[in-house]
């Protein structure tokens, strides 16, 4: 992986950069949120020893090896076996996601075995198996890249369209809203837009979602929602990422990563920025934090 120059360090200048070029959704999102958070995550590429929702996030890790698995072989049981080698924390450091363990990862497993045998019954979406977690960066008007990784690609309806899985405790409505306006939706349907042509649907959310009461118990079900966009949406897409882009290169050349304050009561680097001193905030980082550089290619460190 190819990164980006770092000429003028300056802020923890002793530490190095991990910056990808190819920009995908998960760090262009934390750098909408906070530059400095951008900087400690992926510019130096620290990541929490464990996060707070840690359990969420291997729960929908193993989901999406489930799912990668059952597209790959059809068969349920090698899908189990990959997934069950996964780990999920428990007892969850949030005690609402307490039901998130490898029994309710059987249950998903059923849910979605399901879902997968009615689609084959049906045979109205195709799979197509070269677009299995399929690694996709394309090339902006002003020279830079932004990837993504596909779970799937499928046919429907005479037309290509990913495929992309995601676990919730969303309903269905607070889900789609979320996602209308999310850039994962739009950029994905730009980068297949840009590889594939007028050839491209959209976008197919396929979400497991999950709820659990103390009467009812844990229950899980499948819904699917789609998005478009219009070639005017993409365009608008696009300048905003070139602009943005723009914002990225000048910190990078001052090295200067502006602090949004607002957002601080649920970062997991608050501790950091609290820190009195630059040194102190160094071994801050050191001590509270692994470096894993990130790399959206590898699907273990995903999950959602």
Known sequence: MKFFDHPNKW????????EPIIQDHTGMNIAKTCKRK???????????RQEKYQTVFDFGTAYHKLKEVLRRTGNIGEAIQAASRLPILSPSPVKKFHYL????????????NEQWEKDQEQKKIKLIP????????????????????????VEWMGQIWDEDDKTSSK???????????????????????????DDIGGIIFNVLHHNYTE???????????????TDRQLKEWEREQIHFNKELALARESDIWVKEEHNCAWCPF?????QSNEAAQMAKLESDFKLQPWDFEKVEQGGE
């Open 270 to 274: 608050m501790w950091v920025c609290k």
């Open 215 to 229: 009467k009812n118990g844990l229950k899980m079900w499948l819904n699917k929602v789609t998005f478009q966009r």
């Open 130 to 153: 070269d677009m299995i977690e399929q690694p996709l960066n394309v090339q902006l008007p002003d020279g830079s890249f932004v990837g993504g990784r596909l779970d799937a690609g």
């Open 38 to 48: 951008y900087f400690y995550r992926i510019v130096l590429g620290f990541t929490p």
């Open 171 to 197: 309903d269905e409505e607070g889900f789609a809203s979320q996602k209308a306006v999310d850039d994962q939706t739009t950029r994905y349907i730009y980068m297949l837009t840009k590889l594939h042509g």
């Open 101 to 112: 363990t490898k029994a309710a990862l059987m249950k998903a497993a059923h849910v979605a």
């Open 11 to 18: 802020f923890m200048a002793k530490f190095d950069r991990h």
